[in-house]
């Protein structure tokens, strides 16, 4: 269809909420507004529009041609798009499913709309399919609390723990600095105690995000790829710190061991995890929101 055409749809789209006369008659439609993947400038397309399992889906068959349609380019690069429905309009992550996930909508999609099975038997291409995850809330709706949220509340414990060592940490400097006031060894053994469980805790967290959590996005949104590649290098160096500060915290001896030395040690991790925990939140909480509800809490 020629742009001038596809132009003047929209605009017809928009000017009758979402409903179009003639060979569009009684389609659902939307207008999905997309960031151009080499411009960097919007771009509006008007596609066939299907809910599925409470979000909207739209599916990339560009007729059945062999080649993917620009917009689906467009969101592998950046995820964040614009929905209009005719009644509401709302941005949206989109997610691209693949594998098992995948298969499953396919099935569902051709189910809803059996044309785009005929497009598929036109090309040797997959055609993707892409699910619309909702940013914000519906108007009036509370936001549920996402897996994002539930992985800031995570961090936050985190940089509360972190602040306590580094406190032991002072602690033991001041009181070995006085040379008279020997370091108690209740500090250290509590010390001891509260390392080991910071330590064994973060690389569980560590663990949970480079099995489980961070696959899944990198797998959904190709965009994040590159960002999730980076934290899992960014928990390899945490843990080799991290091992580090405990192998200096179960050896230290009030009295003989040099304090500073531990503390200057756990400056540097609480520096690499605090860099860490922030540019994790910038890069994966809105995906993670939008795409899973927070884990229940005990
Ligand atoms: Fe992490
Ligand atoms: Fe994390």
Redesign the pocket.
Known sequence: MSNDFHRQLIAEFRANRGELGGMFEGWSLAVLTTTGAKTGLSREVLLGYLRIDGNGVVVASANGADRHPAWYHNIRRNPIVTVETGGDTYRAIAAIPQGPAYEKLFAQVVAEAPGYGDYQAKTTREIPVVVLHRIEPRPGEERVKGMGDW?VE??QWFRGELRTLREQADDLVNGGATAIVRPEPDLVQEMRAHCLGFCTALRR??TG?DSVVFPSLAEQFPALAPAIAQLAEQHQVVARLQDAIRELVDGFVPGESDPARLRTELERLAGELEAH?DF?EQAVVTALNATAAAPPTA
């Open positions: 992985l995570v961090h967290h560590h995000e925990f994790e």
